[in-house]
């Protein structure tokens, strides 16, 4: 499976500011996701990292609060806008359709975010 | 709307017994099922997956079971060792589990005990 990092793996901030998430992958993958577990309640997908296009949102989110780019195969940033404490969860990326394992998706280790 | 329900929060198992985690779903679409494991602090890893066209898929000391007319999916860890504590979420997807999202239970929580 590929080995996903991502960066900060925590950080604590304040209301109003942002925080830029990086997801790199050590190999090529199709399909990049972004997903939040808030405390206590199971994984949301927020979007589909786009390579070269713009991010495709779910229900509920919305690029202003949460641009992401994907400028190539291997790299996506999340960033969260305007944060406020409701904004404190995990942020994953996850991965999918790499050549040594095209079927499942693989989730990066997250990063734990706290906004006071 | 919770698409995909986990109903027990935790599930104790003795060391060496057999551990079943369940998980019903209500989008009758839903035609590929994932169980993640979770450890405190990292992502969740990947376990075991089945398409829909199969009612049971087996990977060492892990099988998942698929019932469809109930839309219920098990996961059976046999035998249970320590180090299998953890929280597991099933999830599912429409297609191939590739380039479609997955939704998530809730998870459940097992913790093994010598």
């Known amino acids: 499976s590929a080995v996903i990092s991502q960066k900060p793996s925590r950080d604590i901030c304040q209301r109003g500011t942002s925080l830029t998430i990086q997801c790199q992958v050590d190999?090529?993958?199709?399909?990049m996701f972004w997903y939040r577990q808030q405390p206590g309640q199971s994984l949301t997908l927020i979007a589909t990292a786009n390579q070269g296009s713009e991010a495709t949102y779910e229900s509920g989110f919305v690029i202003d609060k949460f641009p992401i780019s994907r400028p190539n195969l291997t790299f996506s940033t999340l960033t969260v806008s305007n944060m406020s404490p409701e904004d404190s969860s995990i942020y994953l990326c996850s991965v999918a359709g790499s050549l040594s394992s095209y079927n499942e998706q693989f989730f990066g280790p997250g990063t734990r975010l706290t906004v006071l | 709307d919770q698409q995909v329900k986990q109903n027990s929060p935790s599930l104790s198992v003795q060391e060496g017994r057999i551990s079943i985690l369940n998980c019903d779903y209500t989008?009758?679409?839903?035609?590929?099922f994932l169980w993640y494991k979770k450890y405190p602090a990292e992502g969740p890893t990947f376990l075991i997956s089945?398409?829909?066209?199969?009612d049971k898929n087996e990977d060492g000391r892990f099988t998942v079971f698929l019932n469809k007319s109930a839309k219920h999916l098990s996961l059976h860890i046999v035998p249970s060792q320590p180090g299998d504590s953890a929280v597991y979420f099933c999830a599912a997807t429409v297609g191939t589990g590739t380039a479609s999202k997955l939704t998530f239970g809730t998870g459940t929580r097992l913790q093994v005990t010598l």
């Open positions: 190999s090529q993958v199709t399909m």
């Open positions: 089945i398409s829909s066209i199969k």
């Open positions: 989008n009758s679409m839903f035609d590929y």
